[in-house]
């Protein structure tokens, strides 16, 4: 659901790919811009409420923004996937198999993002004081890739030199369950290794013998590895 300020709810959406604890750095291959941010996938059915409620609010927006564009703007949107934040799960390729994403497909999934640390909820519901950071890794370090989350989004519009389009900030997460982990899990690797023979006692430790004298002779102004005939 949504409120007056624009922030919209979700919850009990699966997190993926998750930058939370640490930020992640892009380069713009082009220019060399460094860009940081905290950011995160959030996946969800269709019908989900949350994401209904994300999608009247991005049409508010476009609506006060670009009035009776509003629509067209927004089909040309949707139409170019670098300009949203919002996708279907199938558009979501892995680019070394060129399938969906494990967990993907069927969803739909929103991307959010803060050039801060978004603000961490506590079980309770209370806010994480940000100054206490060991509470604070210690609640981002529940999150992974599969599990269940409560988050606060804020969408806005985008209009500048990019292009139109609709993007949106991460504010808050809270971790609300477990689930399966995304991935390809552990691999067992005992059916490659066999036993070890033990192995005898240690013997004690001998200290090596005193490194032979070099070859050459010493020079007089104390420059080492000169042969004789040089220092006379």
Same mark, same amino acid.
């Given at each position: 659901?949504?409120?007056?300020?624009?922030?919209?709810?979700?919850?009990?959406?699966?997190?993926?790919?998750?930058?939370?604890?640490?930020?992640?750095?892009?380069?713009?291959?082009?220019?060399?811009?460094?860009?940081?941010?905290?950011?995160?996938?959030? !996946?969800?059915?269709?019908?989900?409420?949350?994401?209904?409620?994300?999608?009247?609010?991005?049409?508010?927006?476009?609506?006060?923004?670009?009035?009776?564009?509003?629509?067209?703007?927004?089909?040309?949107?949707?139409?170019?996937?670098?300009?949203?934040?919002?996708?279907?799960?199938?558009?979501?390729?892995?680019?070394?198999?060129?399938?969906?994403?494990?967990?993907?497909?069927?969803?739909?999934?929103?991307?959010?993002?803060?050039?801060?640390?978004?603000?961490?909820?506590?079980?309770?519901?209370?806010?994480?004081?940000?100054?206490?950071?060991?509470?604070?890794?210690?609640? !981002?370090?529940?999150?992974?890739?599969?599990?269940?989350?409560?988050? +606060?989004?804020?969408?806005?519009?985008?209009?500048?030199?990019?292009?139109?389009?609709?993007?949106?900030?991460?504010? +808050?997460?809270?971790?609300?369950?477990?689930?399966?982990?995304?991935?390809?899990?552990?691999?067992?690797?005992?059916?490659?290794?066999?036993?070890?023979?033990?192995?005898?006692?240690?013997?004690?430790?001998?200290?090596?013998?005193?490194?032979?004298?070099?070859?050459?002779?010493?020079?007089?102004?104390?420059?080492?590895?000169?042969?004789?005939?040089?220092?006379?």
């Amino acid at each position: 659901m949504s409120d007056p300020t624009g922030v919209v709810m979700l919850s009990n959406v699966r997190l993926s790919f998750p930058n939370l604890v640490e930020p992640q750095r892009k380069v713009n291959e082009t220019t060399g811009e460094v860009r940081t941010s905290y950011n995160c996938a959030l !996946l969800m059915p269709p019908d989900d409420p949350g994401f209904a409620a994300f999608m009247k609010q991005y049409a508010a927006l476009a609506a006060d923004k670009w009035k009776e564009h509003a629509n067209q703007i927004m089909q040309m949107v949707h139409t170019d996937r670098k300009t949203r934040c919002y996708a279907n799960g199938s558009e979501t390729v892995n680019r070394q198999t060129l399938k969906p994403y494990a967990g993907y497909d069927g969803m739909m999934v929103i991307s959010a993002s803060s050039k801060h640390q978004p603000q961490v909820m506590q079980p309770d519901g209370n806010k994480a004081d940000p100054a206490n950071t060991m509470l604070v890794q210690q609640l !981002l370090r529940k999150l992974y890739g599969g599990c269940r989350v409560n988050v +606060a989004l804020k969408p806005w519009l985008q209009e500048n030199k990019h292009g139109r389009g609709i993007r949106c900030d991460l504010i +808050a997460v809270q971790f609300a369950r477990d689930d399966q982990p995304f991935g390809a899990g552990e691999i067992d690797a005992t059916s490659l290794f066999g036993q070890v023979a033990e192995s005898g006692p240690v013997g004690p430790v001998t200290t090596p013998a005193a490194m032979p004298p070099m070859p050459f002779a010493t020079a007089a102004n104390g420059i080492p590895g000169l042969p004789p005939f040089l220092t006379s």
